[in-house]
């Protein structure tokens, strides 16, 4: 996957800059009580939100150059469990227009580092510290795409107008994230263990593929015209990779076979 992460990369930077700078632009017009405000992320505020864009922005920035100079590195450093609730939050006397003002420096060191990046760079590998898995082994290049994921995302579940999900992250990302179930069949979230059985996702826009849970073993793989699976789910992209993602659906996606079993796909994966 290496060669199509490359690939992808200038695109994914240039969409990332793109809608950091929009979010940057309608965050920056809200007072500390809109900040401070509930978002559509059930339990985050906006500035919730807002602090962990941040601290993501900063944490790629020290990744790419710790795998740039051949260090093992990691997105939480201090190890995911002890680190992360202090990302989701200012700092000690921090306000959250400092907040902002911090996230929008880290966006325009990032994309200025990430602007000078040849083809050969992209393809490093981060090589993460042992015993710290997260992202697991992943080119340099798939950085590009954890950020415009986190933007896309969570700036719609700022709701503030941002507009929906970027075609690049749809149409890189879901293809993606399909494969990634077969070796992170859920990322730091419980699942539901007795669900077995065999799924069709079916994009009618883009790809079809087949998921199988066979007792502790996940196959997910491009689906062939003779897999014969007990449960199908057919939605657009968008909303295949919201599925994933454990967002709602733009519209109701269509369930066939065992509709149970449809219904529970979200419990055998549950979105980051």
């Not at 790629?60 to 051949?70: P, Q």
């Not at 419980?190 to 079809?208: M, N, T, V």
Request: charged share 25%; proline share 7%.
């Amino acid at each position: 996957m290496v060669v199509e992460d490359v690939e992808h990369a200038r695109e994914l930077l240039a969409a990332g800059a793109e809608r950091s700078r929009q979010l940057l632009g309608l965050v920056g017009n809200l007072d500390r009580a809109a900040l401070e405000a509930p978002s559509e992320l059930p339990g985050w505020t906006r500035l919730t939100i807002v602090c962990h864009l941040r601290y993501g922005t900063h944490a790629l920035l020290r990744m790419t150059r710790d795998a740039l100079a051949g260090r093992p590195t990691s997105y939480y450093s201090e190890g995911r469990a002890a680190q992360r609730p202090g990302t989701l939050r200012p700092a000690p006397g921090e306000s959250p227009a400092r907040v902002v003002v911090d996230w929008a420096d880290g966006a325009e060191r990032l994309d200025d580092l990430w602007a000078t990046l040849a083809d050969e760079d992209w393809s490093t590998t981060v090589v993460e510290p042992p015993g710290s898995p997260d992202l697991g082994e992943v080119p340099l290049a798939r950085l590009s795409l954890a950020r415009l994921t986190e933007l896309d995302v969570h700036g719609t579940d700022l709701d503030i107008g941002a507009p929906d999900w970027s075609s690049s992250l749809v149409r890189i990302g879901l293809p993606t994230r399909l494969r990634w179930l077969s070796t992170r069949r859920t990322n730091h979230r419980p699942f539901d263990a007795s669900i077995q059985g065999s799924w069709i996702l079916d994009a009618h826009d883009g790809p079809r593929w087949f998921v199988e849970v066979a007792r502790a073993g996940v196959t997910s793989r491009p689906a062939l015209d003779t897999d014969d699976a007990a449960a199908t789910i057919s939605a657009s992209s968008r909303d295949l990779l919201a599925l994933l993602l454990g967002r709602r659906c733009t519209a109701e996606p269509i369930l066939g076979g065992d509709a149970e079993l449809a219904r529970s796909f979200p419990s055998a994966f549950p979105g980051p």
